[in-house]
């Protein structure tokens, strides 16, 4: 293939159907609309901390036109907030060290802690994938050393990546969320038949206890929501992260254009009492996976977090046929609600040898201890002994 590869600093410059033909598999976070959402409410670039260099790998024919065969996000960071997968103790270690650890190379889906692909490539007759994906990692550490980056890393990987990564140089780290998998049950009923008697009682009161206090609980697709639901979605989003002493990584305006510019994707789970919307969650909807975000209230209500951002999400997931549920990152919680340890995966290239020899012994050291945790939590879910 005349492979051609270009960075450029914003989606506006990229065709939409062109990026979105690459293959994303079951994620929507890298597809352009919700890319370009956060360009345009400046949730990247600028102040953001996120500066994004998009590389691309095009074919070119003997006119000079240009075809999108592949393209990786990276973003130039100056510090580590809206990761998730977290390295502030390599950055301290670093500074002890006078080494510098910033600026730092991340490709990931800005502020979202979600696993998809990462390094996306076209698949169509002729295409030679494996040979896209490398020279496109070629170019990540080219533009590593270009913007003087003392380090690249990859975050919330799939699996296949994790491999590829590994086999070019980069160190493996495992971590873990919890997700809801939809073996294929004919209802909700059939999900709580599942559980073991206990965990099946708790959840019908919680159940009954949130919605007996409201209307209801309904998902109104991106297409058919109003400028105002949209507005009180935001005014949710802030009043939680305030609650909570978090950081309101999505600037005014990122909900508005993610409505506008991925509308098939977008669900609102609205809450309503007497007409009035007081609570909701927003979830992102592929065929190979529901993603549940952002849940707020205007006040607070017994069980409704639950019931709006999990019991809600694993309904849609048994009336959609979606295999697969994340409902965000941490929440031991989740694990009492059918949630079950996953791994996910990131990947980290270092360039000052010391500190990478120290952070390849912390890696070694989590990796051996990681999933003997997982095992213990499995312990504690809801499901029946044996089933």
């Not at 400046?42 to 901390?49: K, L, M």
């Not at 030679?128 to 994906?133: G, K, N, R, S, T």
């Not at 639950?306 to 849609?316: K, L, M």
């Not at 046929?321 to 791994?343: C, D, M, N, V, W």
Request: hydrophobic share 40%; glycine share 10%; charged share 25%.
């Amino acid at each position: 293939m005349n492979l051609e590869i270009r960075a450029v600093q914003a989606l506006s410059s990229v065709d939409a159907a062109a990026w979105n033909g690459l293959d994303h598999g079951h994620s929507p976070f890298l597809e352009w609309g919700f890319l370009r959402a956060l360009e345009m409410s400046g949730s990247t670039g600028g102040p953001a901390g996120w500066a994004p260099i998009y590389l691309l790998a095009e074919t070119k024919d003997e006119l000079g036109r240009r075809e999108l065969v592949g393209a990786i996000p990276c973003f130039l960071k100056d510090h580590s907030y809206g990761e998730y997968i977290f390295d502030w103790g390599w950055a301290r270690a670093a500074s002890r060290a006078g080494v510098s650890y910033y600026p730092k190379l991340v490709v990931a889906a800005p502020v979202t802690p979600a696993t998809g692909s990462r390094i996306l490539v076209r698949r169509q007759p002729g295409d030679e994938p494996e040979l896209i994906a490398k020279l496109l990692l070629s170019a990540v550490r080219e533009l590593a050393d270009s913007t003087d980056c003392s380090s690249v890393h990859f975050l919330f990987t799939t699996e296949y990546e994790h491999r590829l990564l590994e086999e070019q140089g980069f160190m493996s780290r495992l971590s873990f969320q919890f997700h809801w998998h939809n073996p294929g049950y004919d209802d909700f009923d059939a999900f709580l038949g599942s559980l073991a008697s206990r965990k099946r009682k708790q959840i019908r009161k919680e159940r009954r206890r949130a919605l007996e206090q409201v209307d209801g609980v309904s998902f109104v697709p991106g297409e058919a929501l109003e400028r105002g639901d949209v507005e009180r979605l935001d005014q949710f989003y802030r009043r939680t992260t305030f609650r909570h002493g978090g950081q309101d990584y999505l600037r005014p305006g990122f909900f508005q254009r993610l409505v506008e510019l991925l509308p098939e994707r977008v669900q609102f789970a609205q809450v309503r009492r007497e007409g009035d919307l007081v609570a909701g969650a927003l979830y992102l909807e592929t065929q190979g996976a529901l993603y549940g975000r952002y849940w707020g209230c205007a006040e607070e209500i017994d069980f409704l977090h639950f019931e709006t951002a999990y019991y809600a999400g694993i309904e849609r997931c048994i009336e959609q046929r979606i295999p697969l549920f994340e409902a965000g990152a941490q929440g031991e919680h989740k694990l009492l609600r059918g949630f079950t340890p996953s791994p996910t995966y990131s990947s980290h290239w270092i360039r000052h040898e010391g500190l990478r020899d120290a952070v390849a012994r912390f890696l070694a050291d989590e990796r051996e201890q990681l999933p003997d945790y997982m095992k213990e939590l499995e312990q504690f879910a809801p499901y029946k002994k044996g089933g």
